[in-house]
């Protein structure tokens, strides 16, 4: 079976079917002076090339199915585990700069002279990776270290600074063996205790690292020899190594941990040149980077430009060649310049109305489908934001290996939504309060959409607006109805375990969802090793979603960045960061 990701997806336009609701949405929002009725009037960008793959890597295949393949030998298998076999995608003979290269354009000398100018919103302002936040640090972080794992071009997890890995066969021991040609920065090599030092510092709670998250089943990290790393879970976890290739668990020298976000010192395929700037940001090719003639490019300069008219117009003058994260207005605004290409991707951060299953009305199950009958999510993502998100039912992106398409997603059912509510003990209908957070104005938009909506399947919907800075204290887990959502995830658990596990974090923030079942197959996941077995998991799983209604999930985002034709071998990631390696600028 092959580990590789489809590549390509297309989402086509909205149906006519879907006019009645978008011309009465886009009326009610321009009303409400939320955006200019012009705006909202335009049908989804036409957005050149096909949206592709999802944010969350395919973890079976990833995780117990990818091979190293790398020159140096791999470690001794003890009896109780086995080294991960060799996936099928490609043959075990070829190394993975060669896979690299296949992929992309070749090296002219005049490439490997050129600067890649990106503009950003704002300048990235932390550069540890264990404490960067913002997207604008994520993108800088991608550019500076590398993680022991990392995502390829179709989220597919292969391996980075480990060219192979171990598991036992209880999925509790995790053995990582370290490339032997890696060096920081600074000149020193990457050595087992510089892994052991990074983990350990992401999982001391005084770091206030947001990667502690990921680790929370770790309760040993050993440096077996200069290029041997064990990690000893708490229970299986069959998705451990996909964990390394998100942002928070770059590796860095423990030499060099203190003041890494100004001065940062990693092993990726740029370095910082004359540290932090207000102006802008400049990154230089590692010459001893670790991937064979890579990277293609001199240079990268980040700039930071707050305005985004400005941004368009340094993007078309060409006094930037990359505009990240792109507006659906934006892009429909720079399609008709030959110089341009919009590029984009769905992700696997989404929008969601969250139901508190814990209090009135939605308690009863029946109320909850009476929602989920009364609204139609692309009608909504039209109304909304259009051009900016695809219909999804799970926070798993369409497209995925493991997202499960045979649920679809049904048009509005008012006469269903008002039996449900009748059946409820509701039958004149319901009268409920929908927070959005104030400054969102795109999830202000979508409570506005689902409260027109919804109205003909019986709800009278109120949307209070609720400032952002009081969103914690006074939403999330206290309201019974309100909008929002959250940012991709590296796995398909980590998307899934937190948000529907009745001990899961963000269900105890959101909707308070208990299920026997869900969480049976929750665990179950987290233990099964063999890849059509958690398919089906994970397909249950959606399917139980779907019946349960804990909360309605709108929508996935779009991911979208302005290109210069000049900037060839560049695709935008669904983890939203620039992978720039592989990039070449052509005269």
């Not at 879907?18 to 957005?47: D, F, I, K, M």
């Not at 998100?246 to 860095?252: F, K, P, T």
């Not at 980077?289 to 293609?296: D, S």
Request: hydrophobic share 45%; net charge neutral.
């Amino acid at each position: 079976m092959s580990c590789a990701v489809p590549g390509t997806m297309s989402f086509p336009l909205p149906g006519t079917g879907l006019r009645r609701w978008h011309s009465a949405l886009v009326l009610l929002l321009a009303a409400c002076a939320w955006v200019p009725v012009g705006a909202l009037a335009e049908t989804l960008p036409r957005v050149q090339g096909p949206a592709r793959t999802q944010a969350l890597p395919r973890a079976q295949a990833t995780s117990r199915e990818n091979a190293a393949r790398g020159s140096a030998p791999r470690p001794e298998a003890s009896p109780a585990s086995r080294p991960v076999p060799t996936p099928e995608t490609a043959p075990a003979e070829v190394a993975p700069m060669e896979l690299a290269a296949r992929d992309t354009p070749p090296t002219d000398p005049a490439s490997r002279a050129a600067t890649l100018r990106v503009v950003l919103p704002q300048l990235p302002q932390q550069l540890d990776p264990a404490l960067a936040g913002s997207g604008e640090d994520h993108v800088a972080v991608h550019l500076l270290y590398d993680g022991l794992t990392r995502f390829d071009r179709d989220m597919v997890t292969r391996p980075g600074l480990a060219e192979s890995w171990t598991a036992s066969d209880d999925l509790r021991s995790w053995t990582f063996r370290l490339r032997p040609e890696v060096r920081f920065h600074h000149g020193r090599r990457l050595e087992a205790d510089d892994v052991m030092a990074t983990m350990t510092r992401i999982l001391d709670p005084r770091t206030g690292s947001p990667g502690r998250a990921g680790l929370e089943m770790v309760v040993r990290v050993e440096a077996i020899d200069a290029r041997t790393v064990r990690f000893t879970l708490t229970a299986p976890y069959a998705a451990f190594a996909d964990l390394f290739a998100d942002r928070s668990l770059r590796v860095v020298p423990r030499d060099r941990v203190e003041g890494l976000g100004g001065a940062p010192v990693g092993t990726g395929p740029f370095m910082l040149r004359g540290g932090l700037r207000p102006d802008r940001l400049e990154l230089v090719r590692n010459p001893a980077y670790w991937e064979r003639g890579l990277p293609r490019l001199a240079a990268v300069e980040l700039q930071g430009i707050a305005d985004a008219t400005a941004r368009e117009a340094a993007l078309a003058e060409g006094t930037a060649d990359i505009l990240w994260m792109l507006s659906a207005e934006a892009a429909e605004r720079l399609r008709g310049d030959p110089a341009l290409r919009v590029d984009a991707v769905p992700t696997g951060s989404w929008d969601a109305v969250v139901l508190h299953n814990g209090l009135r009305p939605f308690d009863d199950p029946r109320v909850r489908q009476a929602l989920v009958a009364a609204l139609d999510k692309a009608a909504l993502i039209e109304a909304a934001f259009p051009g900016q998100a695809v219909p999804t039912h799970s926070p798993i992106p369409p497209g995925h290996p493991y997202y499960e398409d045979r649920l679809g997603h049904a048009a509005a059912d008012p006469p269903r939504a008002r039996q449900l509510l009748a059946e409820a003990g509701y039958p004149n209908g319901i009268d409920v309060t929908l927070h959005v957070p104030a400054e969102r104005e795109r999830q202000v938009r979508l409570g506005l959409a689902v409260r027109e909506m919804a109205r003909a399947g019986g709800f009278r919907i109120t949307v209070e607006r609720v400032p952002y800075a009081a969103w914690a204290s006074h939403v999330q887990g206290r309201q019974a109805m309100f909008i929002d959502g959250a940012s991709a995830r590296p796995t398909v658990d980590t998307a899934l375990y937190p948000w529907f596990h009745s001990g899961g974090f963000w269900n105890s923030l959101l909707w308070h969802y208990r299920s026997a079942r869900m969480d049976e197959l929750l665990d179950l996941a987290r233990r099964t090793g063999e890849e059509t077995r958690r398919a089906d998991i994970f397909h249950e799983i959606q399917a139980l979603v779907e019946q349960n209604a804990p909360g309605i999930i709108i929508s996935v985002a779009l991911h979208m960045n302005g290109v210069r034709r000049a900037v060839q071998g560049f695709r935008s990631s669904p983890m939203q960061w620039l992978d720039l390696k592989d990039v070449i600028l052509s005269p």
